[in-house]
Structure formats: C-alpha cells, structure tokens
C-alpha cells in the first residue's frame, strides 16, 4: 500500500468536527444529549451546548482556528459568513481565547440585505442564524465554520437549510407510517439520500481576465464556434491532462480533508469540461457539501492559474455543465426502499414507494421544473445534452412492463417467458441494472434512485430536493391516509397501486427525449412543457403548490411568495447585467478594435490600388467588415435603448427581458460573431474560444 493510500483514512475529515471527534472529546453524557438531539430533534440545554462549545473551541485552535463563523446558505444560491475571533480581553492588556454555547446555539446577522422577496424591509435588518447539530462544523482557512440555519427576527426561513431539515422531517414521518403497514416496527426514521454530481469547465486565469463577459456574467455573450469543438468525442472520459490532474488531486484533498465524500473525477464531453461526483449521504449533508465543493473547486482553480466556471452554458455551441441529484431514501438502518428487493414483502413494498414516487412527479412537474429554472439553465435544457423542459420519468423495459402489466390487468411475462400473474405482493425479483440509462430523461431510474438530471451545475441542490422530500412526504401522507383504515390490506394495497399507476402513467416515457415528436406526445398526454424560466415561474405560486409546502410545513404562504418573488427579481436582474457587459464589451473593446481593422483594410485596398493589384479580396473584407460593424453598431444603440425602457414592474420587467432585451443581445452577438470570423488574429481584442476551449494543458 502507497504512503497516499496509508495516509488518506487520516486525511479525511481530519479539518471536521465530527463525529468520533465529538466522541473523544466530549463527555459520555454530553456525547448523548448531542446524539439525542440529532435523533429526535430535542433542543440542548445551555450547559451540554457550552461543553461543546469549548470542546469545538480547543480543537479548532489546536487547528491554528482564530475566528468562528455561523456559515449559512440565505437564498442567493451561495453561502454567507460573517467572522468573529476567538478573543475576550482580560486585565492586564491581554486576552484570552473564548467560544460559549449561546455564541455556538445563535448568532445575529444583518437580515436586510440578503435576499428576502418582500419578507423583511430594508429598516427590518435583524435576523438570526441558528446551529445545525446534524451538520458537523468544519475548519476552512483557519475559521471555524458552524452550519446554521438563518432566519428573520420573526421567524421567517431567509435561508435553503430550514426548508430542507423540514421537507427531510416530513418525508420520514410519512415514509415511516408506510414502513409499520409492512410489519416494520424498528425503523425510527428514514432518511433522504442524495449524491449531486458535479460538472464544471477549467480556463487558463490569464485569458479569463481578459473577457469581461466571464468576468461580470460566468459566460461568453459573444464568441464564434472554433474549427473543433467536441464532434470527436476525444475529450469525454479521455487521458486527463497533466495541468488538470494536478488541480482534481489538489481539489480532491482538500475535499477530503473536510469531509466531503469526493469519489469520481474524469473529462467531460465538451473540451475544457470536467466533473466530480461524491458518494451518497443524507441530503442536509449532501446540500452543505455541495455548497463546499462550488467554493472550492473555484479556490483550488486559482492556485493553478485556472478559473472554474460553473455556469449551466459558458460557451455557445458546445455541452453546458449539469449537476445531477441522484435522490433515493433509506431506513435508519440502511435499507434503501427503492431497491427492487428479492422478497414478495419487500418487492410490494418497493412498488408502493415507487407507485408514491410517480404520483409525486406527475401532480408536482410544474414545481420541479420551478427548482431548476434560471436564466443560465434556459441555454441548457432541451439542447442536445440536457433532458428537455417537460418533466417525465425514464423506468427502463422491465419496471415498465411491470407497471404496465398492473395497469391493463395482465400477466406479466419476463424474457418471453410467464412467470405469474401480477399480485401486488407477489411481484418477482428485479436486478438492480435492469435497464440501459437514459440521458435524456429529467427524471431516470438507476437501479435504486432516481437521477434528477435537469439541475443546473451553478444550483444549490436543496431546491430540487425540498419539492422531492415534499411531494413524497404528501403522496405516501395520503397512502396511509387510506391504507391505515383498510380492513384488507393486500386487496386495497393491490387496489391503490393499479388506480394511481392508472391515473399517472402519462409521466411514464422510457424513449429520446430529443425526438421532436416526443414533445407533441406529452402535450397530448396533458404534461406542462415550461420552455423558459418566465414560462415556469408561475407555477411556483399556484394555489396546489403552495398548498403542497404549507400543509407540511415546510413555507408558509409568505415564504413561497418570498421565493418566487426572488426568482423573478433575479432573472430580470441577470439579464440586465449581462445586457450592460456586453454594451460595455461592444463600445470599448469590439467596435473600435474592427473600426481600426476596417480602417487597416481600407488603407490596404487604397495602396493595392495605386500600384494596380488585384484587390478582390482587399474589396470583399472591406465592405463585409464595414458593413457588419454598421450592423453591429445599430443593434448595439437598440439594445440600450431598449435596456432603459424595462418596465419596473418586477413580473414586467421579467417578460420584457425574455421577449426583447435577450433578442435583442442575440441580435449583437450574431453581428459580433460573424465580425470575428473576418477578422484577423491581431486584431480581435479578446481571446476566443479556441483560446479558451485549448488552453489548460
């Protein structure tokens, strides 16, 4: 065994406070209250919450720590952390290091200036951050870090934590209920499971700092498509590039070293494309990691000369970047209940989550489609490497066949050969890899999760798994509603799977989602197809979703309003922004550079001409350039002009940006690119994409 190998089980969480941490320095009783806290959702009193603390204290300082931040997640997408240092004065002139259980249960931040989508007034700036004890602390640039929940002075949820702990808490609550109707009377809870693999694209700094569109916008608002992209597949799963090796090991150990349960790492399809996936763990954690991982990838990138862009499409033309939310749930005692199984018992009891699973998506599609859309994300889905806006589910042949034989009342036959006759509690052993996968199904399943594959790679993931815990937590809510009264389980059970399988059965589609007609079919079938951000955020305010998140508790109606609110605001407000870079980029670097050019060119046919050369090509360049240039400048001074006419009114202001502001920036970019492509090298201001694309070696 290599000294790396001897010495990664000590590298890993050795910057965490976790658990056997917690066990060698706390108390045998203060241990217990932590672990009865987390189990049952029971509050600390003050002096385990000090014993900890302290403990917390002497190891981060033994860990070179002098500060203490509560690390959040308010509902930018990003996380938030205010520094505080260990220091209390004492006589003399000196101090000494301190950290109490009231400064490690609460602290106080600014609530006024982080997004609130009307919640608090900008006078209103008190808000509170609260400790997760079900997420360890960890130590990042020699600061403790505390995940906590944050939220407003009256209480409202100003953060992605709190929702999250509470969709977690329902759908166990719920999942739970199902388990004692199957005879399982020693699972306390189930937990949500995810894994959220991670695609992103390495540029070299030096060329980074010279687009202000990657700077200001995390994405080219001009660039042609160079002579090679990714039509050789040469990239994906290819030789990893020395440069960028060197970054994925550096990444790789930090990750490590806080926990982060980092496992695979490859090139990705387009050229300059990457992507990291973790192993499974409990979706709080999963979330908090995940956040982790974003921060880093873009630190470690620096110390390369690199720059990590997680933009869903930071080049036109070639493979955005995703993240997929692989979601599964499990018992407190590793059972994950969607594995098929061997057993009948088990096997019912898989099709009744799984029956759950379905109703879910088909009721909720629209709200599963809110989690994902932004304007960065609306480049990527429906292209040919993305599943489409329309929500369905991907099954694969056999669990198809399964549920189609429930459906119609038919035996169900297995490679040509009859094997029974469908009983909901008969059903026959499925292998886990029953199927191929499907890429461009939003919704796969692979074996024992599901695979939500249109999140966006720069997304927090909690979004997408609050709606997956909370629409699971209200379908097998309603399950043991009607289940708990039967006097005849396996009858009604049998009874309940057909009827919902029947009705929801249209989000079944295991075919290319890329296919053209598929879209015609699920408009027929009824299925929303919510092209853009601005075509699915009204589904975020509807009366059965916001029914969906208040009857469990987890928004009330003025934190679901908060939330559309937010995401309205903000797509005006990324349009916007990426509308003024790219004036900016056309009036101070792209409009002179080719008026210099056009100039050059001129004063290159006027020569040819006077010494009697040919200078047909000297004539063409000339008037394509000038007349681009013209075109450029004219679709430059509409795009301003019409960016100081957005209306003000947020929803307004949303439709109007979609309907002209990012024609009108599509306008420019098409003039601009076809600028560059006349150009010659020295003359084009910035670097292009086969610069950007072919640079990390």
Known sequence: ????????????????????????????????AWKKSVSDGTPLDISTANEIAEAMKQWAVEKGATHYTHWFQPMTGYTAEKHDSFIQPTDGGKVVMEFSGKELVRGESDASSFPSGGLRATFEARGYTAWDPTSFAFIKEKTLCIPTIFCSYSGHALDKKMPLLRSMEAVSKAAVRILRLFGDTETRRVIAQVGAEQEYFLVDKSLYKQREDLIMTGRT?????PPRG????????????????????????ELWKLGVLSKTK????????????????DANMACDQNQITMEIMKKVAGR??????LHEKPFAGVNGSGKHDNWSLSTDRGEN?????????????????LTAFIKGVDEYQDMLRVTVATPGNDHRLGAQEAPPAVVSIFLGEELSGVVNSI??????????????????????????????????????????????????????????????????????????????????????????????????????????GYDESWIEEAKRRGLSNNVSTV??????????????FTSHSIYTRDEVFARYNIHVQNYSATIEIEARTLIDMLRKEILPAVSRYGSRLCDGLKKRKELGLPCKYEENNARNNAMLTDCLSDACGKLEKDLRQVPADPVDAMKYCRNVIIPDMNECRSYADELETITSKDAWPIPVYSDLLFSET
């Open 221 to 225: 608002l001009i660039g042609a498509k």
């Open 230 to 253: 990714q039509e050789l597949a040469d990239h994906y799963y290819g030789a990893i590039r020395p440069r960028v090796q060197a970054y994925m090991q550096d990444l790789d150990n």
């Open 407 to 512: 459906v119609n009342d038919e035996d169900y036959t297995n490679a040509g050969k009859r094997t029974l006759s469908i009983g909901v509690d008969t059903m026959p052993p499925i292998p886990m890899d029953n199927t191929d996968r499907n890429r461009t199904s939003p919704m796969a399943f692979t074996g024992n999760k599901f695979e939500f594959r249109m999140v966006g790679s720069s997304l927090s993931i909690s979004g997408p798994n609050i709606v997956l815990n909370t629409m699971m937590a209200d379908t097998l809510g309603r399950f043991a509603d009607e289940l708990e009264k039967s006097n005849h389980f396996h009858e009604d059970l049998n009874a309940l799977v057909k009827r919902e399988l029947t009705a929801h059965k249209r989000i079944i589609f295991d075919g290319n």
């Open 1 to 32: 065994m290599s000294k790396t190998n001897k010495r990664l089980p000590e590298l890993f969480g050795s910057e965490v406070f976790n658990e056997d941490t917690m066990k060698d320095r706390l108390s045998p009783a203060c241990y217990k």
């Open 304 to 309: 390369h000369d690199m720059v990590c862009l």
């Open 535 to 548: 075509d699915a955020l009204p589904s975020y305010i509807s009366e059965k979703n916001i029914q969906l």
């Open 266 to 281: 490859h090139n990705e399809v387009a050229p300059a494309q990457h992507e990291m996936a973790p192993v499974y763990t």
């Open 337 to 353: 209940l969607f594995k098929p199984g061997s057993t009948p018992r088990e096997n019912a009891q898989f099709l009744l989550f």
